[in-house]
């Protein structure tokens, strides 16, 4: 030891815990000892108690911690993929053992937002621990896919809002709704709004609309699209300005704000809507939550 600033480590490294993993895991997708207590039912002091477990039985130390933060070593940034493969096996093994494979089959409708960024990875391993499933999946807007769900046409609709819904929909995260526009582009906040929207029913759409009415900012439809690309490229473009979630924005666009004389939009919330009370059902909604949770969107306490 030298003034106490290493970890004393066992010359002949434990096996590692699956347990501990899932600890580890569960602090470094959180960000903090306290919010993975809360996700796994633990102590902040149990979960700091494990990771003190796993550090000698991997070896080397896995955290650069401070007072309020800390910062994966290189060992931890390995150990971190390495045990994200190593319990997501266990769970692909354990799911296989108790369940034989069926012809069950997912009829998932889900709205262009979560098939562009969350959605591919979760039916990756949703296929994995369920490998006689199959899936059907359509992509539309939200509030034609709700209506087809309520018909029986799914079993699970992912989809988006900017207000609150009652009933049977499982609210996964929330985050801002944001004008997007070309980086590179001067933006005339004198003149009227070129807007690049989704046809009608939209709620991006909606909340767009009703916040330029209720600002008495001028503006005028130029570009109307069924494609979240084509949107976001007539803005890039300097074409329009278009309302999207910010997890949305991509390279060479900006967001513009009240300095730009747009008014402040909504959050957009994103919501599971379910037909089905299987648990393949609900191990998908879990799924999807848990994405958004490690992107480090807002979870809303549920109502």
């Known amino acids: 030891m030298n003034g106490g600033a290493t970890v004393n480590m066992e010359s002949n490294a434990a096996a590692l815990d699956i347990v501990l993993l899932r600890t580890f895991i569960e602090v470094v997708d959180t960000g903090g000892f306290a919010l993975a207590a809360e996700q796994l039912a633990l102590t902040a002091p149990a979960v700091s108690g494990h990771i003190k477990r796993l550090e000698p039985a991997a070896g080397t130390r896995l955290l ?3 007072t309020r933060s800390f910062q994966l070593t290189p060992a931890g940034e390995m150990l971190y993929v390495y045990a994200r493969n190593i319990v997501n096996l266990e769970r692909e093994v354990r799911a296989r053992l108790r369940q034989a494979p069926t012809a069950e089959c997912m009829r998932i409708g889900a709205s262009e937002d979560f098939t562009g960024a969350w959605l591919p990875r979760v039916l990756q391993a949703f296929r994995r621990t369920h490998p006689g499933a199959s899936v059907e999946l359509k992509v539309g807007v939200t509030a034609n ?6 018909r029986g046409d799914f079993d699970v609709v992912f989809g988006k809002q900017c207000a609150r819904v009652p009933g049977n929909g499982t609210l996964l995260w ?38 330029l009415t209720h600002a008495a900012r001028p503006w005028r439809l130029v570009f109307e699209s069924s494609s979240m690309a084509g949107c976001l490229s007539a ?15 991509r390279e060479g666009l900006r967001v513009l704000d009240l300095s730009d004389c747009m008014p402040t939009l909504p959050n957009v919330q994103f919501y599971a809507f379910a037909n089905s009370t299987s ?25």
């Open 64 to 66: 650069s911690r401070t």
């Open 145 to 150: 896919l709700v209506d087809d769900l309520q």
């Open 174 to 211: 929330e985050e801002e709704l944001v004008w997007a526009y070309d980086a590179d582009s001067v933006f005339d906040s004198d003149n009227e709004v070129p807007v690049a929207v989704f046809p009608e029913p939209c709620v991006y759409r909606e909340a767009a609309i009703a916040a």
């Open 235 to 249: 803005a890039q473009a300097g074409f329009a300005v278009t309302p999207v979630a910010r997890s949305q924005l």
């Open 279 to 303: 648990a393949a059902a609900r191990e998908l909604i879990a799924a999807v939550e848990k994405s958004g949770r490690q992107a480090r969107f807002h979870i809303p306490a549920h109502w």
